[in-house]
């Protein structure tokens, strides 16, 4: 059975710094692309960024470019997302994605984040 828990989450204020890890279990992790999502309220869920099997190519939405870095640790199983220069517009639920079957998103419960002063 395939399971993601997200930790990390928090209040955090404008222009701080969060880590948010995705631990996995249930599937051969180091064979699947991860992802990280959000979902601020009221708004659709949106791709934060997304991270190859192997760490070798990652992608990013436009809105965190060059502020979050998304990484994992095959022996750990578990990936992570580093969130920089934090704004009020980076508050939502993080969730952990991986494409479990053909046809199934898996996803965690998430992690609040909010960026307040």
């Known amino acids: 059975q395939v399971q993601l828990v997200e930790s990390g989450g928090g209040l955090v204020q404008p222009g701080g710094s969060l880590k948010l890890s995705c631990a996995a279990s249930g599937f051969t992790f180091n064979n699947y692309a991860m992802k990280w999502y959000r979902q601020a309220p009221g708004k659709e869920r949106e791709l934060v960024a997304t991270?190859?099997?192997?760490?070798?190519?990652?992608t990013y939405a436009d809105s965190v470019k060059g502020r979050f870095t998304i990484s994992r640790d095959n022996a750990k199983k578990t990936v992570y997302l580093q969130m920089n220069s934090l704004e009020p517009e980076d508050t939502a639920a993080y969730y952990c994605n991986v494409r479990c079957s053909i046809t199934t998103d898996c996803w965690g419960r998430g992690t609040q984040v909010t960026v307040s002063s």
């Open positions: 991270i190859s099997s192997t760490s070798g190519s990652t």
